[in-house]
DNA sequence: TATAATTTTCAGAAATTTCTGAAAGTTCAA
DNA sequence: TTGAACTTTCAGAAATTTCTGAAAATTATA
């Protein structure tokens, strides 16, 4: 497994992004190779076109597969386990934006949920206590939001993508259209 | 400077959540911190009431200045630089978003333009440029999607994020209404 | 059932990131 | 100017994360 100098880059890239994206370098450069290598590879191959550990593969490919960003496959005749990049890009985007909402709000959501709970006791507390409501209720809005728009089908989401400042425009339409009183849909 | 423990429970958090979002542990207790108190601190302050040292909390003051997260105020007759959280919370969700998109898009894009003007020099090579090219695609359209976002209005953004599943709905609506050949706004 | 092939685990090593605190730098009032 | 008040810097320490590789576990074949 020799790469090219670009599939090299790009797996690198991978590797430096990775900790930004959510996972550590070498779950990065594995992501990456899986992605632009249409053929499935199996761990040996991974761990000798990345020069990293046979371990670390393993550990790498384990937490890919909790992602769901990879699939196992089979040969024939082969006993060996063989991965590929899970589904289209757009399949492999919309998981880590998925897994990332779990990761990056449902704690924050599940802790303040806890804390607004309790009464305040002088007044500083209350005013803790009411930016920690507004800090609540905006990470629940935009939750919902990034839960509603990973449900979107794949071309809905390019439309809506491609809107530019036509969203603007369409959320004015839409209040126009439906006498503004409608929107809390569920 | 005693933090309630509800307080402290909130400081912590952000603390731990810190990585995932972008900024080590110190920062997000700092930011938190300057979130839930009203009164602007000092960095002595911080330093004392979150129990790390002063050069921490310069380092820390520099980052969250450099995220224009904090505002720097000063009190007559008192020399020291005091500190409060910048705006709202939805201008600070605001300034994070849009700073992530630029630390986590950018520079892939900015890499995938160079390999993308490369040509492929065999099969192999051809399809992984396929898949490089279907990652730009789907990054640069994310990449405008989050700065149209970001530029919304507080009241459209809030409008656009409590419409749920209508979000569908609206898309269907524009094209019965515009024909479905509008959309490319800019 | 043995044994060969393969994957997983995990203790310690290596690398990276974060933090401390003392020294250097800056600013301002007298 | 001087020096007191304050902030910044940064080398090394501490903490955390990642990685390696050998041993243990698992799985399939004969």
Same sequence: chains 1, 2.
């Avoid at 497994?1 to 900790?19: C, N």
């Avoid at 076109?49 to 089979?74: C, D, F, P, T, Y």
Wanted: aromatic share 6%; glycine share 8%; hydrophobic share 40%.
């Amino acid at each position: 497994m020799k790469l090219t100098d670009d599939s090299q880059a790009f797996v690198l890239h991978f590797g430096e992004m990775g900790s930004r994206w959510g996972f550590n370098r070498t779950v990065g450069q594995m992501l990456a190779l899986l992605t632009i290598h249409s053929e499935p590879l199996n761990a040996d191959q991974l761990a000798e076109a990345l020069k990293i550990s046979r371990g670390n593969v393993s550990m790498g490919l384990k937490e890919l597969q909790a992602w769901r960003l990879v699939e196992l496959h089979h040969r024939p005749g082969d006993r060996k386990d063989y991965f590929t990049a899970a589904g289209s890009i757009w399949d492999m985007a919309r998981t880590v934006f998925e897994e990332r909402r779990k990761r990056e709000l449902d704690p924050t959501l599940s802790l303040l949920r806890q804390l607004l709970l309790n009464e305040p006791q002088d007044g500083a507390e209350t005013l803790a206590q009411e930016r920690m409501r507004e800090v609540y209720s905006l990470l629940e809005l935009l939750d919902q939001f990034a839960t509603t728009l990973s449900r979107l089908s794949e071309a809905d989401l390019q439309r809506l993508m491609k809107l530019g400042s036509g969203l603007g425009r369409l959320l004015d339409l839409k209040d126009k259209v439906r006498g503004g009183a409608s929107g809390s849909g569920e």
